[in-house]
């Protein structure tokens, strides 16, 4: 199983990025997604997760920090899970992870099978 991430990079406050995550080796569509990240010594955070369920009753959470920030989307044809980041901040300055297959009972549990090695975010 593989989970690769890309799209990180050096912005200004108040600017975007994409993230994206390709994932091989794993039955995509059938799996719950999560971008996790880690700022510099702090905690790991979950910050959004999406559901593996049809598109019709696919459901997106999100941590208090990002809401209303950020997205986070799914193409199960291209085997990918994106996140969209708006009105970024310096605190958002992390490494954003790509995970898969939700073990743990909630979204924050950071209970997940699978991990990518992360893109680096720095927002300055």
């Known amino acids: 199983v593989q989970l690769v991430e890309s799209g990180g990079g050096l912005v200004q406050p108040g600017e975007s990025l994409r993230l994206s995550c390709v994932a091989s080796?794993?039955?995509?569509?059938?799996?719950?997604m999560s971008w996790v990240r880690q700022a510099p010594g702090k905690e790991v955070e979950w910050a959004a997760g999406?559901?593996?369920?049809?598109?019709?009753?696919?459901?997106?959470s999100y941590a208090d920090s990002v809401k209303g920030r950020f997205t986070i989307s799914r193409d199960n044809a291209k085997n990918t899970v994106y996140l969209q980041m708006k009105s970024l901040r310096p605190e958002d300055t992390a490494m954003y992870y790509c995970?898969?297959?939700?073990?743990?009972?909630?979204?924050?549990?950071?209970?997940?099978?699978?991990w990518g090695q992360g893109t680096q975010v720095t927002v300055s």
């Open positions: 995970a898969a297959d939700k073990t743990g009972g909630t979204w924050d549990s950071l209970m997940y099978s699978y």
């Open positions: 080796g794993i039955t995509f569509s059938r799996h719950d």
């Open positions: 999406i559901t593996s369920l049809p598109s019709l009753f696919r459901a997106a």
